[in-house]
């Protein structure tokens, strides 16, 4: 493993980190484990543990390190603030979804960029599994947008076009 290689899974480990610390905060029910909050957080760990799996086997002791705890108690008050915060604007599900997107966005960088075929192989995995949490994220955050009294969503039978595309139903003063 090359410095480069070894700094971008070190940033891959950060990120799931402090992805699976905001996960952790806006779980509203810790109990349930099978809620997306829960699964995030597992998928967010098990990348975490494979890439420190893979540091620790490193030769250089310099890479060997974990994170530090400063760095875990920053991430769990950074997610304790985040996440009261989206929690009161209603946006866990979306909140979520982009922190997980940054997870996918360092995994895909380390998959494509790691000289290890059975690393990659790993990487691999992660990602169907990353990929699938983030479509059911995507269907939740829209099933809530979808929920919401907004007077936008409340004029689209008025304002839009009709189901046969007829424009002048709608818009009276446009049919000349």
Same mark, same amino acid.
């Given at each position: 493993?090359?410095?480069?290689?070894?700094?971008?899974?070190?940033?891959?480990?950060?990120? !799931? &980190? #402090? !992805?699976?610390?905001?996960?952790?905060?806006?779980?509203?029910?810790?109990?349930?484990?099978?809620?997306?909050? #829960?699964?995030?957080? &597992?998928?967010?760990?098990?990348?975490?543990?494979?890439?420190?799996?893979?540091?620790?086997?490193?030769? =250089?002791?310099?890479?060997?390190?974990?994170?530090?705890?400063?760095?875990?108690? =920053?991430?769990?008050?950074?997610?304790?603030?985040?996440?009261?915060?989206?929690? =009161?604007?209603?946006?866990? &599900?979306?909140?979520?979804?982009? /922190?997980?997107?940054?997870?996918?966005?360092?995994?895909?960088?380390?998959?494509?960029?790691?000289?290890?075929?059975?690393?990659?192989?790993?990487?691999?995995?992660?990602?169907?599994?990353?990929?699938? &949490?983030?479509?059911? *994220?995507? *269907?939740? @955050?829209?099933?809530?947008?979808?929920?919401?009294?907004?007077? @936008?969503?409340? *004029?689209?039978? /008025?304002?839009?076009? #009709?189901?046969?595309?007829?424009?002048?139903?709608?818009?009276? =003063? *446009?049919?000349?």
């Amino acid at each position: 493993m090359i410095d480069t290689e070894v700094v971008r899974m070190q940033r891959l480990r950060n990120t !799931a &980190l #402090s !992805a699976r610390a905001l996960a952790g905060a806006l779980d509203p029910g810790p109990a349930r484990r099978g809620s997306l909050f #829960s699964r995030g957080a &597992l998928i967010c760990w098990q990348i975490a543990r494979v890439v420190t799996g893979t540091l620790r086997s490193h030769p =250089y002791p310099k890479y060997q390190r974990e994170p530090s705890v400063l760095r875990a108690d =920053y991430d769990r008050l950074s997610a304790a603030w985040r996440g009261g915060i989206t929690r =009161y604007r209603r946006r866990s &599900l979306q909140a979520l979804s982009d /922190e997980l997107r940054r997870v996918a966005r360092e995994l895909d960088d380390a998959r494509a960029l790691t000289w290890s075929a059975e690393m990659s192989d790993t990487f691999g995995r992660l990602q169907v599994h990353v990929r699938k &949490l983030l479509r059911e *994220l995507d *269907l939740g @955050v829209r099933s809530d947008a979808g929920s919401h009294d907004d007077p @936008v969503s409340a *004029l689209q039978p /008025e304002i839009g076009t #009709s189901a046969d595309g007829d424009v002048a139903g709608n818009w009276p =003063y *446009l049919a000349f």
